[in-house]
Structures are given as C-alpha cells and as structure tokens.
C-alpha cells in the first residue's frame, strides 16, 4: 500500500453535475483510511499558481458536510487551463513546487478529455494521480460523471418547451451543449420525446428533415380538435453543415484549452427549414385550411431557436450522478493506495473497482449510429432516410456491465 498522507483534489474542464459528490467520495474515503484531503482550487490554474497560495481548504468534516452533492457544479472550482500550453519554462518544477509546500502526495483530477490528457503528462512525470471521468458531453470511453444530470436537463427543458410550441403552433429548434458529439442530444431528445435529433455523426440531409417535419406537424395541426400542434428538433452544437464543416462562432474566439466556441446550429436549421416552408407550395393551403392563415401577417409557422447553453450543466445534479460521483471518488482513493497513476475509474460493481489507463479512456467516443435505426423505427427522424434496423442478438454473459 503506498503511503499517501495527503490528496489534492482538482476538477477541471466545464462545470457539471456529480462534481460535489467526487470530492465528498474523495475526502470521505481518504478521512476513512486517515488520509487528509484539501482542495486544489480552481482547475489547473490553480495546481500552476498553487506555490503561491497562502492556504489551501482542508476538506474535514465539517467542510465536507458543507459541501451539497445534489449541486451541480464544483465546490473546488474549475479552469480550461491545460498544463502542457503554459509557456513557462519552469512549469512543472513550479507545480511540484506547490505540492511539497502543502504536503500534498497524490491528486485525484476530474474532467475530460483535455483533463485527462494532463493527468496522463503528470503521472508520467512522476506525480501520482488517478483522473475521475467528468464530462456531460459524454465523449469518453467510460461514463462520465455529469452525463447523467445534463440528459435529464435536457429532457425536462424539451419536453417542458412543447407547451409554448403547442400554444403556438411553432416549430422549435433546441440547439444543446455537447461539443463535437450527439451523446446528449440523442438522449435528451429521446427522453423528451423530440420529433427530430440532429447530430454531428449524421450528415444531415434538409428534405428528409422537412418532409418528416410536413407529415409529422402538419398531420398534428389538422388533425387536432382546436388546431395545435408543435414539431421539436433537438440539434447537438457540434452539427456539421452540408460541406462537414462544424458551425463555429468564429466571433466567440476560443477558450483557455483552444476550442473554437460552438454556436449557431439552431440557426442554420432554422434557415433551411424556413427556406423550405417558404418555398412549399402546399403551405397555404395548410395554413388556410386549419384556420391560421392571416394574409401579409400570419401566412407561415414560426420556427424559432432556443439555446439553454449552461442551463443544461448548471443547477442540481441527478441521483445517478451522485451516486456514480461518490463512489467514482472514493475508488480513486483506493487506485492512490494501490500505487497506481494515470488510471482512470470506469466503475465500482460489488467490490470490484475497474479502471483503465487514462490515454485509452480520453479517446473520443461518438454516437454509435447503428442504435439510431432501431428509434427512426418508431418515428424519430435524423435528417438522413431511414434506415432498416437489422438487430443481432447476443446471449448476455454473467457479470452484465452495469453503472449501478
Ligand atoms: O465541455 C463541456 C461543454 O459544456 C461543451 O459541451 C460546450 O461546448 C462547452 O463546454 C462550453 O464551454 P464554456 O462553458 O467554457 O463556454
């Protein structure tokens, strides 16, 4: 068993759900084998400024029961700093520097993939440090601590939206954090029941898109009694126009890990289908026959765009999330006991803790599209023709991977 008397804790990346629940994991379990934990404030830049630090908070119990594991985001604050961009020569004598002056022996670093790059250039530096999968866009090799939290998000903020879309009969474009990957797009638009879900996996083909839209939101608005009826597309932030090029803000610059800000995929989606709407020569008939046409003043449904942003990471962290957040940062105590670095934890079932090395479970994760044929079987579209889905059963083997 190594000898560890005291773990920094970092989260690093964006903000998500389960946050709370790692450090509380963290500092339960390390106060449980007598080990003391303190938080690194901040992310990397405050494992890089951590020397000058004139204190660092010591997670005792009386700090840690402060600590809310329902909340979302992360007591111990975060950066997009990563280490390896600092141009500064002495850097990583600067960070050891920081850590003998606090005694601290090993680190326990939550985040992403850029995250868990850094975990793997310290451990490989010598420090000892286990990184707990962190983030909501889904796109590592194991689950990701706050994945969870912002799917239920974003199904509740869909689903919630269908009564302004109902009342107007609007066509409703939710553009959805997620960076290059549909993960959460998928799911929190299958959760919310969305009639369409974009994403950067699938080149996505406009006329599919509208003639789902024509069958599906025209179909509802005649046949309903008062006339209502609302068509919501879930589209992922990553999406790719026609070229497959990603839509990016180039006025929004990059962040402090150098990605370009996503924006702008609810817009494109809203031009192509009010191009097409404009351009239907049946849509006036539609509009008149269900009593909404209004000459010079109402002659098309509205299509509108709606960004949650960081309202779909913020705010409360689901159950799953705190449970996996708990227990994600306790095992990472016991991997520091093991002597082990640059690992990550997959997972705790029974009494088995497993995890990976930290360069594999980086590796970016997409959409298996595949599974997306079985959901166009039952009326989701996703902007491409419908494929048939062919399944191949397997006999599931004893133990059956599971998060819980
Ligand atoms: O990495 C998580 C994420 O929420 C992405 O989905 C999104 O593109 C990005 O963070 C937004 O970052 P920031 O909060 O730094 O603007």
Redesign the pocket.
């Known amino acids: 068993m190594a000898s560890i008397k005291r773990i920094g804790v970092i989260t690093s ?2 903000d ?1 759900g389960g946050l709370n629940a790692v450090i509380k994991g963290v500092a339960r379990e390390a106060y449980a084998h007598g080990i003391e934990s303190v938080i690194v404030p901040n992310g990397y830049a405050g494992l890089y400024n951590l020397v000058d630090l004139p204190e660092v908070v010591l997670l005792n119990a009386e700090r840690v029961s402060r600590i809310e594991a329902s909340l979302a985001g992360s007591e111990a604050g975060h950066s ?1 700093v990563k280490i390896s961009k600092i141009p500064d020569p002495q850097k990583y004598e600067r960070i050891r520097a920081g850590l003998a002056k606090f005694g601290i022996d090993a680190l326990v670093i939550s985040g ?1 993939d850029d995250t868990g790059s850094v975990v793997v250039d310290l451990s490989a530096r010598g420090l000892a440090c286990i990184h707990v999968p962190k ?3 889904l796109d590592l090799q194991p689950y990701s601590v706050g994945g969870d939290s912002t799917v239920n998000r974003i199904a509740t903020f869909v689903r919630d939206l269908k009564t302004t879309g109902l009342s107007h009969n609007r066509i409703l474009i939710v553009e959805v ?3 290059y990957v549909g993960h ?1 797009a998928l799911r929190g638009g299958i959760g919310a029941e969305a009639d369409c879900i974009l994403i950067p996996e699938v080149p996505v083909d406009f006329d599919v898109v509208y003639q789902h839209l024509k069958t599906t939101y025209f179909g509802r608005v005649t046949r309903s009694d008062v006339k209502a009826g609302t068509y919501i597309v879930v589209v992922a ?1 990553g999406l790719r126009n026609a070229s497959g090029e990603t839509l990016v803000d180039e006025a929004a610059g990059v ?1 402090a890990f150098g990605h370009k ?2 924006a702008g995929a609810a817009r494109y989606v809203r031009q192509q289908i009010e191009k097409r709407l404009k351009a239907d020569p049946d849509l006036a008939d539609f509009m008149k026959k269900t009593g909404m046409w209004v000459p010079g003043v109402f002659e098309l449904p509205e299509v509108r765009e709606v960004t949650p942003g ?1 309202l779909v ?1 913020c705010g409360g962290s689901s159950a799953f999330d705190v449970n996996f957040g708990y227990a994600a940062g306790a095992a990472a105590v016991y991997l520091l006991l093991e002597g082990k670095t640059g690992r990550t934890v997959v997972s705790v079932t029974g009494r088995t803790i497993s995890h990976m090395a930290t360069e594999q479970a980086i590796a970016h994760r997409e959409v298996d599209v595949e599974e997306l044929a079985l959901f166009e079987s039952l009326g989701t579209c996703f902007g491409r023709a419908p494929r048939p889905f062919t399944p191949e059963f397997a006999d599931a083997t004893l133990p059956i991977p599971r998060h819980f």
């Open positions: 990346g964006g998500c997009r992403g983030t909501m866009d954090f997620g960076r959460t932030e962040d800000r996503l960081h990471r």
